[in-house]
């Protein structure tokens, strides 16, 4: 399949895994760009500039495909060494950056002049609309539906996808709940390019995580998901368990007095206890609410190329079909 975003990236088909904290190491960014789609490598979960060049230099030796990096701006008073981590972007020859949370702007000319892309990845039309604005290659729009962080406007992809395709020039991919061919054909035909995922990656065989996560979301439903920080405005969705009750009960209790600190257990440093340990009491983590389509464990392959065969029948035999009926 050829879209914008195929051509933009030079990848074969027009699916992204998106960037996850803990989730996004080597092993899946090489096996997803092996399979045709864009593996991405979560910077911020290494810890220093120089773990992230080895994790691209161990990916480089996985993969001759190209794949990408996220980059995650945080709001935090103590900031990452986001210009150590974008020379080893750079150093790494590193050709796509999937950049998040707050505005990008001041790192673009570092990633643009080394000839990276950049997809900024947004939840609403106004911020993708201030990514083009700035230069951004492409966008990442993020429904209410996704896992993670699905900002404070609550839009769905089937309203937030059409505004989208109504105000950018640039091309856009569909984020958040999106899981299969059905995902990839109604997100293009609402004017995207592609899709990025998140939590379907996660169920694949390659996602270096404990097997008890991978378990936990083919075990979850439609309806096992919670939005938590709702009330700091740094709105979180996140699979139900005890730590999402006990932090959703401290929310409740101390209603606009809550601050970070009263949920820090909940919160801080819980991704290596969960994803690695597969402790999975440990604190909240994000995940989608497509949790409710995922069955299987397949590899990155077989998922990949099951989403391209099944998008090629959907549109040339059920959609032809009632086309020319
Ligand atoms: C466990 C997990 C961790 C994530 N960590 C990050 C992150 O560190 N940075 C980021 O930009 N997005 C992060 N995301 C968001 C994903 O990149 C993607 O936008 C989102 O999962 C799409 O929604 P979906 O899960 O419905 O596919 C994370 C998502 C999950 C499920």
């Given at each position: 399949m050829k879209t914008r975003i195929t051509e933009l990236l030079g990848i074969e088909h027009p699916i992204i895994q998106g960037g996850m904290h803990y989730v996004g190491f080597a092993e899946l960014a090489a096996a997803v760009s092996n399979a045709g789609g864009l593996g991405i490598i979560t910077a911020l979960t290494q810890t220093s500039a120089a773990d992230l060049a080895n994790e691209i230099a161990r990916c480089r030796k996985m993969t001759d495909k190209p794949f990408g990096v996220n980059l995650t701006f945080l709001p935090s008073l103590a900031a990452p060494d986001y210009p150590g981590y974008i020379q080893a972007v750079i150093d790494g020859g590193v050709t796509v950056v999937e950049t998040a949370g707050r505005n990008p702007q001041a790192h673009l000319p570092a990633l643009q002049e080394a000839g990276i892309k950049i997809i900024h990845k947004c939840t609403s039309v106004r911020h993708a609309l201030k990514a083009e604005a700035i230069g951004c290659d492409a966008v990442s729009v993020d429904g209410f539906e996704c896992g993670g962080h699905p900002g404070?406007?609550?839009?769905?992809?089937?309203?937030l996808l059409p505004r989208a395709a109504q105000e950018l020039t640039i091309p856009f991919v569909a984020s958040g709940g999106m899981a299969d061919a059905r995902s990839l054909v109604a997100a293009l035909a609402m004017g995207a390019e592609g899709m990025n995922m998140g939590t379907r990656f996660?169920?694949?065989?390659?996602?270096?995580?404990?097997?008890r996560v991978k378990d936990a979301i083919l075990a979850a439903s439609e309806l096992d998901t919670r939005l938590v920080m709702r009330p700091l405005r740094n709105t979180e969705r996140v699979l139900n368990n005890t730590a999402a009750q006990r932090l959703l009960d401290k929310e409740q209790m101390l209603g606009d007095k809550l601050t970070i600190d009263d949920i820090i257990d909940e919160v801080a440093g819980v991704y290596p206890k969960i994803m690695l340990d597969g402790d999975m009491e440990a604190g909240v983590w994000s995940c989608g609410m497509v949790a409710g389509l995922i069955d299987d464990v397949p590899s990155c392959q077989q998922l990949i190329e099951r989403i391209m065969s099944e998008a090629d029948e959907l549109i040339n035999q059920r959609l032809c079909t009632m086309v020319n009926a």
């Open positions: 404070e406007d609550d839009i769905p992809n089937m309203i996660i169920a694949t065989r390659e996602a270096p995580v404990h097997p």
